[in-house]
């Protein structure tokens, strides 16, 4: 293949137009801003994203099945408060560590039992599982943080340690992405996720057990939920109801920002990769350009919806 | 298949009203003996129930309000109750605060989220005959009776007045908060503005930075901050999202020159002012807001004297370092 061709399919393929955003806007910042390309700005917008990173994974998934999770961040407090109340009552940490990722389990078995078994809509079921994992973490705590000082060194090393100066948490969730990534794209059970996001109905009629993958989408899903909330508690040390308070949101951003849509059919875990990639660095970047509190949200709004438009219309212009 | 799907969508309602009870209405206080049975007005029927509403129900922070509320309400012998959202949404605290005021309780002591948003339901309240106090977070136009606070313009003073007695030599300061709570912006407003009036304190605010009332979002914003100026050598949060963020973020950064005072006393920050983490929080008058409340809400609903009544009450600060932390775990 010429290096013509090679380029013209790469700018065919919908994540270019958000990698070239995202090379654009660090050049941008770090032009008007050197220390923006420091090794330990990098380092904090990798950590930073991390929590986000392992949600939007969760997201593209569903998004491309044709459904939505909005449970995500609760499920990622009911996660961390289950795995740090736990471990305050004398559980070993590991221990309490399996026990919330079970609790993930048994949510998204929930959760695709209603929408796969049962056919209710995603929007509500995961509206409600949104409330009652955030409900239970309260119970669970009733409201107050819960302070994990003295947890071992090897939990706090997951969410809190560095391999080669990088930020173990990023590591995991940059490996999480690849393997989901490869799956998406060359594993036959995965694929299916596309053809039943494409059309329900048709999927069905070639012989693909649409409920059997709904479910088992819902509990990966949960699952990586659980591990954003296991995560976390690892770096803050402090198991918060609070916690992932609006993450739902951010996921949904990040994925549809990589090329998945609200519709099904479409979309990669590269692209919500990529989409979270750049929600982060237009967060930092406004910080760092000195951008008034009060005015970062608006820009950061109006950056991400031209990003959007420009990905959208290079895409439809090339199709 | 029909019925399945009805019995299972029974089910969820159930489970979905199990979660709004939860996330809703508080344990009612235990009533206290009233053997002599309304024989004097301070002895008040079991039955009179007194509300305390508050947003980002659940906190530590509003736990000891209620504590107050809840104490003395059980010296007067009457019921009391708590109920909140818990999220800082105004229109989620509208409604919490109209649904309880529909119960028709005797008083009811709300913390505002926003102090315009809240003034019609709070007159609506008091036309129909229902004491209503504000304390934390005022309502000024409304008809509340009366406003229980340390005030948190002055709390931001102190904070900077704390801050400056541990560097001398001053320093830049971050502050971390949500942007837009009015509780948060009085205490950045009031800390900036002490830093300006006394320039000899060498305190500067350098930078307001947004925890979005989440400590991820808080982490990952101050750490850009801290990035982006590291000139900062002090973090003051202003609530508890941020507090519970900051000792990570300066841990991230590998600084060991960053002093972080914080607001509010959840056991979590206790902890890291024990461990050496965060150097002090200010505890504000909590149980003195919620004590005072109810003793205040009891006497108007039984007639006493209300012309009595100041507009404003300080309930005061208090200064938690290591020294003195113990005191606050609830």
């Known amino acids: 293949m010429e290096i013509k061709d090679l380029g013209r399919s790469l700018l065919r393929k919908r994540g270019t137009t958000v990698f070239l955003i995202i090379i654009a806007s660090v050049v941008f910042v770090s032009i008007l801003e050197p220390i923006f390309l420091r090794w330990s700005n990098i380092r904090s917008i990798m950590i930073g994203m991390s929590s986000d990173g392992l949600m939007t994974i969760a997201m593209t998934l569903v998004l491309v099945l044709g459904g939505i999770d909005l449970s995500v961040g609760s499920v990622a407090a009911l996660s961390c408060v289950i795995t740090g109340g736990l471990y305050l009552s004398g559980m070993d940490i590991w221990l309490a560590v399996l026990i919330a990722l079970a609790v993930g389990v048994l949510v998204g078995l929930f959760d695709g039992i209603m929408i796969g078994k049962l056919g209710l809509p995603p929007f509500i079921v995961t509206l409600g599982m949104m409330s009652l994992a955030r409900g239970g973490a309260y119970i669970f705590t009733q409201g107050s943080p819960l302070s994990l000082s003295g947890a071992p060194e090897s939990f706090r090393f997951i969410g809190a340690g560095y391999i080669a100066d990088v930020p173990v948490f990023f590591l995991i969730f940059i490996v999480l992405a690849a393997i989901f990534d490869f799956l998406m794209k060359h594993a036959t059970v995965f694929r299916s996720i596309f053809y039943i996001g494409s059309n329900e109905k048709a999927a069905k009629l070639s012989g693909i057990n649409v409920s059997k993958v709904k479910i088992w989408v819902y509990i990966v899903s949960a699952l990586l939920a659980t591990l954003a909330g296991i995560l976390s508690l690892s770096r803050f040390n402090v198991a918060t109801p609070s916690l992932g308070s609006g993450a739902e949101t951010r996921a949904i951003s990040a994925a549809v920002i990589g090329g998945a849509t609200m519709t099904g059919g479409v979309g990669s875990v590269l692209g919500g990769v990529l989409g979270v990639i750049l929600l982060n660095i237009v967060n930092s970047a406004l910080i760092m350009l000195n951008v008034s509190v009060y005015w970062q949200d608006f820009v950061s709004g109006f950056i991400l919806i031209l990003a959007v438009t420009i990905d959208f219309l290079s895409h439809r212009k090339k199709s | 298949m029909n019925s399945k799907r009805l019995i299972l969508a029974g089910l969820l309602l159930v489970v979905a009203m199990g979660s709004v009870f939860a996330n809703g209405t508080g344990e009612a206080a235990a009533a206290a003996g009233t053997e002599n049975g309304g024989s004097s007005v301070l002895v008040g029927d079991p039955s009179e129930q007194y509300y305390m509403v508050t947003f980002t129900s659940g906190q530590d922070y ?20 708590y109920a909140g959202d818990p999220t800082p949404d105004v229109a989620k605290q509208v409604t919490v605060f109209d649904q309880v005021a529909a119960r028709r309780p005797m008083g009811i002591a709300v913390t505002c989220a926003n102090a315009e948003a809240m003034r019609e339901s709070i007159n609506r309240a008091v036309a129909d005959g229902i004491a209503v106090v504000t304390f934390d977070s005022d309502s000024p136009d409304s008809d509340r009776a009366t406003y229980l606070a340390t005030g948190n313009a002055a709390a931001g003073e102190e904070a900077a007045k704390y801050l400056a007695s541990i560097m001398p030599d001053g320093g830049n300061v971050a502050l971390l908060y949500l942007v837009g709570a009015e509780n948060s912006e009085a205490r950045a407003q009031g800390f900036e503005d002490w830093t300006i009036a006394n320039p000899e304190s060498g305190l500067k605010v350098v930078a307001k930075v947004n925890d979005r009332g989440e400590q991820t979002e808080a982490a990952r914003n101050m750490s850009a901050q801290l990035q982006a ?4 050598t002090a973090i003051v949060c202003l609530d508890s999202p941020a507090s519970l963020a900051a000792p990570t973020v300066v841990q991230e950064a590998g600084r060991t020159d960053i002093t972080i005072v914080t607001f509010d006393t959840d056991t979590a920050i206790l902890d890291m002012i024990k461990n050496g983490q965060i150097a002090a929080t200010l505890a504000q008058g909590t149980y003195n807001m919620g004590y005072l409340s ?32 113990d005191e606050y775990y609830m």
């Open chain 2, 229 to 232: 100026d590291p000139s900062i």
């Open chain 2, 62 to 81: 509003w736990k000891s309000c209620y504590e107050g509320f809840q104490e003395a309400g059980a010296q007067f012998g009457i019921e009391t109750q």
């Open chain 2, 294 to 325: 109810m003793k205040f809400l009891y006497d108007m609903a039984h007639d006493l004297p209300a012309k009595a009544l100041p507009s404003y009450i300080d309930t005061g600060i208090t200064i938690v370092t290591a020294e003195n932390a």
